[in-house]
């Protein structure tokens, strides 16, 4: 055993796979285990603590077409002809078999409903599934086109146990539609060979990895059909059969990247898996068969949309400020609906009480063919902390949080510009002295500046100074003016294009309406009404 | 008359007497901040979880100068609604204000300006429902409002939303409306001309009617 006296780790462990340890192993120097720096026992040891959990959709290219009225099948063009790559139930029960021709199929079966393989859908459909699957683990691995991947070992305490989390997933797969095979072992590899093979298996220690393989058939691995006809034809049935084939002759006979899968699937050598992610932006469609224009059925399929968007968020607890609607129609453009939320959201009933105030409002130029939600920004959610009871500062945020629902209540159906706080400035000019500030925004500042007490403002401020004209050197409006208070002088602005010279003036009007008049010192001498006193 | 008959002191005390304005005196009103308005007003005060109407002919004859000290003390003060419930203070509401109403003066009359929420709904119809959600919403302890009309089922919509958030509305109208009927529980009249502001009060929930002159 030379590789004890490099390693003495390995002297204390019981060398676990002594049959194929035999078979040359540590005479293989060409081959790629050798050359690995990592002791494969280190190895070993790393993927005890790693539980695969692997998802198997076998009849996928069924699934991703969507739900089917009578018997499906889904064909494949092949040399020519299309020909049946899976059968679902009730076209099995008719007698289709895979690999039937087309014609062949329709003529057991004249209502059968014939679907050309999308991989395209497949894909999405993988990714649909891989998504929903991250609820469960933080790595999530897409295989091939039709195996997803999980590492459970984290998160067995948070779902109870490895049989709880395998039921739920089981059922919440087969709620979906799912005919999936699942399986868990402690490497990727096998967990995907268990599932390929329908055992239903569940492997936990590495240790069982050998025996729980041993007996699997070759097609389950995913290789060539010509390597595993060739391997057949030596009498090669299984992954038993393999192990005990010498090393050194299997990978020349069939290369040495089988050989590398063997060992990964047994844990003797490292088999990363990058991690799958979801995209971060959402957007869902959904279609329908006909042209529709009903409204309450158009609302149920947004509030569809927006549960799908919810458990998008949550998953990655996530919320969105801003969601877009898409209306598609036949031959206008598509009807568009934005709507914004004072800050980060992901509850659906939140949104769809802000899509009520705006969709019932919305007009739509003709029936709607499908429904596209999309999701807009994503940033982490603002938690805050529930209302105990006897905190009073939790309830003071409380109320200043419906504030925000009111504003955003508002928004909804007037507009973000015509919903505004106001602030002050510092700053003589009248006209600066003061801005509008938005309600929802983040960027609120406690930035007001106190006007000295002594100053009189009007109430009420026009958006533009009126030209008023003037009788004997005296403003009018509504009749002569009198003078009541000033003159106080702004002179000030010189720096930019905005500079004024006025005299200010309060003034009295026939009726008593007190106003606010300047003077103008600069261009015209001219009088202009500037504010009313309130 | 008869030597047995009782005394109108007597009649006063019966318990079975019941007399109109003996009922709003048990909900306070909101003090204006002007004494001889108070006086006049059933509670000492303007009318709480109420809407109110102020009928002007012009913008600036003290509209806005009538209300502001009792605006300055409800976003200033802890608990709008009475002091039985320690409330944060509460928002203004502007909705659709004729002309921009001025910080700096807001802040000058004691407005916290950080509590003003400007409204400006580009539809007539959608004035009125803005006012009424922000009445209902229970954060606005003071909804102004400058419908173009408000008819009589209007006005009461206002009120129940005034009395179910808790909040105060005031609606500006001309004085053609005196005419038409409404739910408010307070109608105010201002006239003005060269000798000073008249207030009229036209109706008053559990008050009278009266005139009052040189209240600035």
Partial sequence: ?534 | MRPDAPSLDELLENPRLWRGHDQTRATAGLASGYAALDRHLPGGGWPQHALTEILTEHYGIGELRLLMPALARLCNDEGHAGGDDRREPGWIAWVAPPLQPYPPALQHWGIDLSRVLIVRPRETSEVLWSAEQALVSGTCAAVLLWPRTLGDQASRRLQLAAEKGGSWAIAFRPPAARSESSAAALRIELRSDTNGTRLCILKSRGGHPAVLRNLF
Wanted: with cysteine; hydrophobic share 40%; aromatic share 8%.
């Fill in chain 1, 1 to 534: 055993m030379r590789r004890a006296r490099k390693s003495p780790v390995v002297v204390r462990q019981p060398a676990p796979t002594p049959d194929f340890r035999e078979g040359g192993y540590s005479d293989q120097r060409s081959l790629p285990l050798d050359a690995s720096s990592t002791p494969a026992q280190s190895v070993q040891a790393a993927i005890s603590r790693r539980l695969w959990f692997c998802v198997y959709l076998p009849e996928l290219p069924l699934e991703a077409c969507g739900p089917a009225n009578g018997a499906r099948v889904v064909v494949e063009e092949q040399q020519g002809m299309h020909r049946v790559l899976l059968a679902d139930r009730k076209a099995r029960a008719a007698g289709i078999m895979p690999g039937q021709t087309a014609n062949a199929a329709l003529a057991l079966l004249a209502s059968l409903d014939i679907a050309e393989r999308s991989r395209l859908a497949e894909q999405q459909t993988l990714e649909q599934v891989a998504a929903w699957l991250e609820s469960f683990s933080s790595m999530v691995s897409i295989a091939g086109s039709d195996v997803l991947l999980l590492e459970v070992a984290g998160s067995l305490r948070l779902f109870g146990g490895l049989k709880a989390l395998r039921r739920q997933i089981a059922t919440e797969l087969g709620e979906q539609g799912f005919a999936a095979s699942l399986a868990i072992a402690p490497t990727p590899l096998a967990a995907t060979w268990l599932a390929r093979g329908k055992r239903r298996a569940c492997v936990r220690a590495a240790a069982n990895l050998n025996s729980a393989l041993r007996t699997l058939p070759l097609y389950c691995l995913g290789w060539p059909d010509a390597t595993v006809e060739s391997l057949g034809s030596m009498g090669v049935e299984n992954v038993g059969d393999c192990l005990r084939l010498p090393r050194e002759g299997f990978a020349r006979r069939v290369g040495p990247e089988r050989l590398i899968e063997l060992d990964r699937a047994l844990g003797r050598l490292p088999d990363p898996r990058s991690s799958w992610r979801a995209p971060e932006t959402f957007c869902a469609d959904f279609e329908m068969t006909e042209e529709q224009s009903e409204r309450e059925l158009l609302l149920k399929i947004c509030r569809e949309l927006l549960l799908e968007l919810e458990q998008f968020l949550l998953a990655r607890q996530l919320g969105t400020q801003h969601i877009c609607f898409s209306f598609f129609h036949l031959r206008d453009p598509a009807t568009q609906l934005t709507l914004g939320c004072a800050r980060a959201e992901r509850r659906a009933a939140h949104w769809f009480e802000l899509l009520e105030i705006r969709f019932e409002r919305l007009s739509l130029p003709e029936g709607v063919i499908a429904v596209r939600l999309y999701g807009g920004h994503m940033q982490a959610m603002d938690v805050v902390s529930g209302y105990l009871g006897f905190h009073q500062e939790s309830r003071t945020r409380r109320v200043g949080y419906s504030m925000l629902q009111l504003a955003e209540r508002l928004t909804a159906r007037i507009g973000r510009q015509s919903v505004q706080g106001v602030t002050t400035v510092a700053e003589h000019r009248p006209q600066y002295a003061w801005r509008t500030e938005d309600i929802l925004g983040d960027d609120v500042t406690n930035g007001q500046v106190q006007v000295p007490n002594a100053l009189r403002r009007p109430l009420w401020m026009l958006p533009e100074p009126m030209a008023l004209a003037a009788e004997q050197g005296y403003p009018l409006h509504h009749g002569p003016l009198t003078l009541v208070e000033g003159p106080e002088r702004l002179e000030t602005g010189w720096w930019d294009a905005g500079g004024i010279a006025r005299d200010y003036y309060l003034a009295v009007n026939p009726q008593g309406v007190q106003l606010w008049v300047f003077r103008d010192r600069k261009r015209d001498a001219g009088w202009h009404l500037h504010g009313i006193f309130g």
